[in-house]
């Protein structure tokens, strides 16, 4: 079955820490443009973390920069969101989406779920004292 699952959400305090995965199963990863995808309340759904999964290169969107960390591990079909100095507004649905996009066209403007792939039902992360 070819999927994208995601794991590693859950209530954390503002400042906390998370790391979220994203695991491709029935198909590779390799030379994918992968993105973690924020679903907030009322909010369109914004990219926030991109990773060309074939050489590295990641592009960060202004609200996370130097707070998230997105990492690959093509051996494990994974990638990571590493999420650190959480805050309230950071709250909500992160999926991972896979497609040929740029990675800043696909942070900066997420063409939406029905232009990638793949992508996965999300996991949800609050933050919240």
């Known amino acids: 079955q070819v999927q994208l699952v995601e794991s590693g959400g859950g209530l954390v305090q503002p400042g906390g820490s998370l790391t979220l995965s994203c695991l491709a199963s029935?198909?590779?990863?390799?030379?994918?443009?992968v993105g973690w995808i924020r679903q907030r309340l009322g909010k369109d759904d914004e990219g926030v973390s991109c990773?060309?999964?074939?050489?590295?290169?990641?592009y960060y969107t202004d609200s996370v920069k130097g707070r998230f960390t997105i990492s690959r591990d093509n051996a494990k079909n994974t990638v990571y969101l590493q999420m650190t100095s959480l805050k309230p507004e950071d709250t909500g649905v992160y999926y991972c989406a896979a497609g040929p996009y740029p990675l800043e066209r696909l942070c900066e403007r997420y063409p939406g779920k029905g232009a990638m792939d793949y992508w996965g039902k999300g996991t949800l992360v609050t933050v919240s004292s």
């Open positions: 029935g198909f590779t990863l390799d030379d994918y443009r």
């Open positions: 990773i060309f999964t074939d050489d590295g290169r990641t």
